[in-house]
């Protein structure tokens, strides 16, 4: 029991290697069991928040991050694809809305924002997607504090950026930025007063020591990234990580159960890789500790589950989708 009297855990700020890894490293039931404590404690709805992603400028981006199809060093299928008019992003958003979704998320291939008419442009989608009702989120790459306060004042709620994988493991990845250059973004963001939406891959080639210190450096945060997407590498051809074995599920609910212990009231997001899961070990992460998915057909470029599909996987564990802001409790569907 944490200090006020209630069941939620204390949040810390200094964890080290050789605890994370052992809890990491649990008999896999014995890591569950304590996740799942944490979870209930800290998350006792059973909600799960739905967000539809929308790429409104895909590929032609100068970085070379190694997993990544929009990436100018990679000969990959995407076709790439200007910046998207603000109609057009709206009508995606309201299609989200409609089907449930109640945080909606707009990624561009920027290595950073450049002040002029795009940065004006997205600033716009922005500001209608939250007059919709939707939370917005976007990932535009490196950003000053500027930039980061301009995106609050026109009702940003969350910002994606993502620390990939562990500092060591960086430079395998990615040569075009530095792992502090991600920092410092993030620092940005938070000091905007824009909630952290920061998370990683795994099957990147990386050790399990690789992945705990990733999710040491988010834990170590404070506060915590409210949002903690946990990827599982999409192998898309072309790219450098392209013949990559794939993820093993059972690594990924261990990677979940340890954010969920380590951030206790962060939503922990099971991201990309779902299409290669089946519903069992969705719903063994979801049981981990993941309260948050992204919804819809498509995530960037590539494949996500259809929404009936994950309508049915909510509806097989007997779990709500969360609500709108406003709104009553929305059952996952009919
Ligand atoms: N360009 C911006 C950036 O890098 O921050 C925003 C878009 S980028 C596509 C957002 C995140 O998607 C990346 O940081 C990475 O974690 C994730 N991602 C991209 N390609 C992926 C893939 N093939 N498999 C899994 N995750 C991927
Ligand atoms: C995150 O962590 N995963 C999302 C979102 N944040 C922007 C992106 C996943 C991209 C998967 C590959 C693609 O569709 O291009
Ligand atoms: Fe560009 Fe983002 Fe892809 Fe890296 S992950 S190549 S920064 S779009």
Redesign the pocket.
């Known amino acids: 029991m944490s200090a006020d009297g209630s069941l939620a855990s204390p949040l810390r700020h200094d964890f080290q290697l050789a605890e994370v890894r052992a809890l990491h490293d649990l008999p896999l039931f014995e890591l569950l069991d304590r996740a799942r404590q944490v979870h209930r404690a800290n998350h006792p709805d059973g909600q799960v928040q739905l967000c539809t992603l929308l790429s409104v400028k895909t590929g032609g981006?100068p970085?070379d991050?190694g997993?990544?199809?929009?990436s100018s060093h990679h000969k990959t299928p995407v076709k790439p694809q200007a910046l998207l008019k603000v109609d057009e992003v709206v009508a995606a958003a309201r299609r989200a809305k409609e089907q449930g979704a109640t945080r909606f998320c707009m990624?561009?291939?920027?290595?950073e924002v450049k002040d002029g008419p795009a940065f004006d442009r997205v600033i716009d989608m922005v500001r209608e997607v939250k007059g919709m009702g939707l939370e917005a989120c976007v990932?535009?790459?490196m950003l000053n504090p500027e930039q980061a306060r301009r995106l609050k004042e026109a009702g940003l709620d969350a910002y994606?950026?993502?620390l990939?994988t562990s500092r060591e493991h960086y430079k395998s990845i990615i040569s075009t930025r530095k792992f502090d250059d991600r920092l410092n973004t993030l620092r940005n963001v938070r000091d905007a007063g824009i909630t952290v939406c920061s998370?990683?891959?795994i099957g990147l080639g990386e050790s399990i020591d690789d992945r705990c210190r990733m999710l040491i450096e988010l834990a170590n945060m404070d506060p915590h990234p409210e949002s903690v997407?946990v990827?599982?590498?999409?192998?898309?051809e072309g790219?450098p990580?392209a013949e990559m074995p794939p993820v093993e599920p059972l690594e990924l609910v261990r990677m979940i159960a340890t954010a969920r212990i380590l951030m206790p009231r962060s939503k922990v997001r099971l991201?990309?890789?779902r299409t290669e899961l089946s519903r069992e070990a969705q719903l063994l992460c979801l049981f981990a500790g993941a309260n948050s998915i992204f919804y819809g057909d498509r995530l960037?470029t590539?494949p996500n589950p259809d929404s009936d599909a994950d309508s049915d996987l909510l509806r097989a564990a007997g779990l709500s989708a969360e609500p709108p802001k406003s709104g009553a409790a929305v059952p996952a569907a009919e």
């Open positions: 981006c970085e991050c997993y990544c199809s929009q990624g561009a291939a920027w290595r990932t535009l790459g994606n950026h993502n990939d998370g990683g891959i997407p990827n599982a590498l999409t192998r898309v790219t990580l991201s990309a890789g960037l590539t």
